[in-house]
């Protein structure tokens, strides 16, 4: 060419000849190899390889699969042995396929060292022998070429550590015969929904293969010797892999240590003993880091945040008073953690951490100066949401006042009883660990209102142990506090804890500090609570005369306030003291009015309560009949509350209606179903049924 007026002229076969009218730039041949190297790039195979069955099997009809086959991505946790997985898995297929493997380790959560995707794919290049001047510039020519090479042939790529679906989409070959597999930290849901890419999310270890792990690195024989320190060394490694080859590793190179002497470093280090000085790339705190520096600035906060919760996990509802966030905002912030598998939801809206991340989020919380108003916004929130549970079990029931901040986030919209009751059973462990940590941390006014709030849970599900705990908290930190009436409140509801345990001596201790407490107040209402309830502990010790002078007293004490909560439980409990007694007119007498009043309440619980007691009544007065009648009346309603103490006596009153009727094997079934619900809520009161059902 001589100048821009002269055409172009060369001379040249038609299957390689080019012809352009203007050409800027210049001319630039790429000549692709007729044949291409057989590159075997896998890493070495894993050693103390475990409990990946399932998975192998999972990969191994991938690679049968004659359909157009999707790539297949290897996701979990950092340290869960992704890499491990698919090297393994890799080394025992290489030979399906003749044409070679590739292997790249894209790098995705070392942030100054991420490998691109065009750097990756020069790196390909390379591998399949295209010399460096013949490389063109940019992702998609690249891409293009790459394509064009192992078009058809048989090759298994291998591409680890993948952080994003923008890494690795140009390193999809486009050609069915390859196969890719992908490992990442993050669920790479864009792969999964444009290329159609399969996710198989990789868990920890089952305790047995964990201690198998151990077993393999260490030597049998320890691990045989101390079968115990074994598995809490397996425990508290989270039975993630990374974590269990630390402790085998330095349990190997220190053969005096013992597994016991190990085991204690580690629970009071943890990450810091979950490090190797040879590697210390591989220590689980630098691994779980390299996750978390990918974050954005408000999904980091909110994993710091999480690291100050009390609990072992948490309900989507309540994260947005931690964070101080929407729910819609904290929604997306929680899906970017559960997606780079720094947050697991193990079930629909809960979420909790993996053991080890729960103790790397908490080191991070402790930098962060929000986590103190944080941890007092999630315990308001849990307060106020326990106390509006609360209202819906016993909306008669009258309370002293709690001084809480006003929370901004949404509570729960509770649409009946059982709704109510069903959060609380789901959140009582948290809430019970969040009374102890509120009193950790100095919180000591929410220490004692969150048990008051929680009370009604406490009466519904009867957990006496949790209600005795959280109560000796609540007692310790309203006596700092100066709160009387606190103190008078928690006095009562302990009482009825202890009462419960059949620890009758110390029931009737605190309901005697109780009535001094309401009685110095002035509140009668109150007063009149203890002294019930004193009476129905002197029915359970057997005193049964005394239990009816002093039912009758709190009864007389209830109308005179106005209380006819208190007037009807009164007179269900006097009543039941006179069944004792054998004076069964007078008893049905205060058990029907108590009815009276409980209808007027709309109390469905406790009509349900009243039902099974006169039903108890009716079978005293061999009238199984009537008793078979109040009784049948009274499951349904505690079957639809989820009430399962109720549900129990009614249960019971069935069983001993039937059985006078002539009906054995009917009994059996209703005295077996009583049996089921009192194990369920640990009522000391089984030893009944199983007599029952013995005799």
């Known amino acids: 060419m001589t100048d821009d007026t002269t055409r172009n002229q060369l001379t040249a076969t038609s299957s390689n000849a080019v012809q352009a009218h203007t050409i800027v730039g210049g001319v630039h041949f790429t000549t692709a190899p007729t044949t291409l190297p057989v590159p075997r790039q896998l890493p070495a195979d894993t050693a103390h390889f475990n409990d990946r069955e399932k998975y192998l099997k999972s990969l191994g009809n991938w690679l049968e699969s004659t359909d157009p086959v999707a790539p297949t991505m290897i996701v979990g946790i950092g340290g869960v042995g992704k890499t491990s997985l698919a090297t393994h898995w890799a080394h025992q297929v290489r030979d399906n396929f003749p044409d070679g493997d590739l292997y790249i380790d894209l790098r995705g959560y070392h942030v100054d060292e991420a490998v691109t995707a065009e750097d990756a794919l020069e790196q390909i290049l390379r591998s ?37 679906p923008h890494q690795v989409r140009p390193l999809l070959p486009g050609s069915s015969s390859c196969r890719v597999l992908i490992t990442s930290r993050s669920r790479l849901t864009g792969l999964a929904t444009r290329e159609g890419a399969q996710r198989m999310a990789l868990d920890v270890l089952p305790p047995t293969r964990a201690v198998e792990v151990l077993a393999k690195i260490v030597g049998g024989e320890r691990i045989a010797a101390e079968p115990a320190a074994a598995a809490e060394l397996a425990r508290d490694c989270g039975y993630l892999p990374l974590a269990l080859r630390i402790v085998g590793g330095r349990l190997a190179a220190s053969e005096s240590l013992s597994l016991a002497e190990f085991a204690r470093e580690l629970r009071q280090e943890r990450l810091d003993a979950l490090a190797d000085d040879e590697d210390p790339a591989a220590a689980v705190r630098v691994v779980f880091s390299l996750s978390y520096r990918t974050l954005s600035s408000d999904a980091a906060r909110l994993f710091r945040l999480l690291g100050v919760v009390p609990g072992a996990d948490i309900g989507l509802d309540a994260v947005p008073a931690l964070a101080g966030l929407s729910p819609a905002a904290t929604r997306r912030l929680l899906e970017t953690l559960v997606n780079a598998h720094l947050l697991r939801e193990d079930t629909p809206r809960r979420y909790r951490f993996h053991d080890l991340l729960r103790v790397y989020a908490a080191e991070r919380a402790s930098e962060d100066p929000e986590r103190v108003e944080a941890l007092r916004r999630l315990l308001t929130w849990y307060t106020h949401a326990a106390d509006a549970a ?22 729960p919209a509770f649409t009946d009883r059982a709704d109510a009751l069903h959060w609380c059973d789901k959140e009582r462990a948290n809430l019970v660990t969040s009374v102890t940590h509120a009193e950790r941390v100095g919180e000591l006014a929410l220490a004692w209102q969150l048990p008051v709030a929680m009370f009604g849970a406490f009466l519904a599900r009867r957990p006496f142990n949790d209600w005795v705990d959280t109560h000796l908290v609540a007692l310790r930190a309203a006596r700092t506090c100066g ?13 009825l804890a202890y009462r419960g345990l059949r620890d009758y001596a110390t029931a009737l201790e605190h309901f005697e500090l109780a009535r001094a407490g309401w009685r110095e107040l002035g509140e009668r ?20 005369a005394s239990a009816v002078a002093t039912l009758t007293e709190a009864l007389a004490m209830h109308v005179a306030e106005g209380d006819a909560f208190g007037e009807a439980t009164a007179l269900r409990l006097l009543g039941e003291a006179q069944h004792s007694l054998g004076e069964y007119d007078a008893a049905l007498a205060n058990l029907e009015r108590s009815l009276e009043i409980r209808r007027q309440q709309g109390d469905q619980r406790n009509i349900a309560i009243v039902y099974a007691a006169i039903g108890a009544i009716h079978n005293s007065k061999n009238d199984p009949t009537r008793a078979l009648e109040y009784a049948t009346q009274a499951l349904p309603l505690a079957e639809a509350l989820d009430d399962w103490l109720t549900e129990a006596r009614a249960h019971d009153a069935l069983g001993d209606a039937l059985q006078l009727l002539g009906r054995p094997d009917s009994a059996r079934e209703h005295w077996e179903a009583a049996l089921l619900l009192l194990e369920k809520l640990a009522d000391p009161d089984t030893d009944i049924l199983e007599r029952k059902l013995t005799a």
């Open 525 to 544: 209402w109150a007063e009149a609570w203890a002294l019930r309830d004193t009476g129905d502990v002197q029915h359970r010790l057997g005193d049964v």
């Open 390 to 411: 609360a209202r819906m079990f016993t909306p008669s029931f009258t309370r002293i006042a709690l001084d809480l901040a006003e929370t901004p986030t949404p509570l």
């Open 483 to 495: 709160e009387p009436a606190a103190l008078a409140w928690l006095h009562t509801s302990i009482a």
């Open 128 to 164: 399949l022998d295209i010399p460096g001047e013949r490389i063109p510039v940019g992702t998609e020519p690249r891409a293009a070429l790459y394509r064009s090479l192992v078009h058809g042939k048989r090759i298994l790529i291998l591409l680890d550590n993948a952080a994003t």
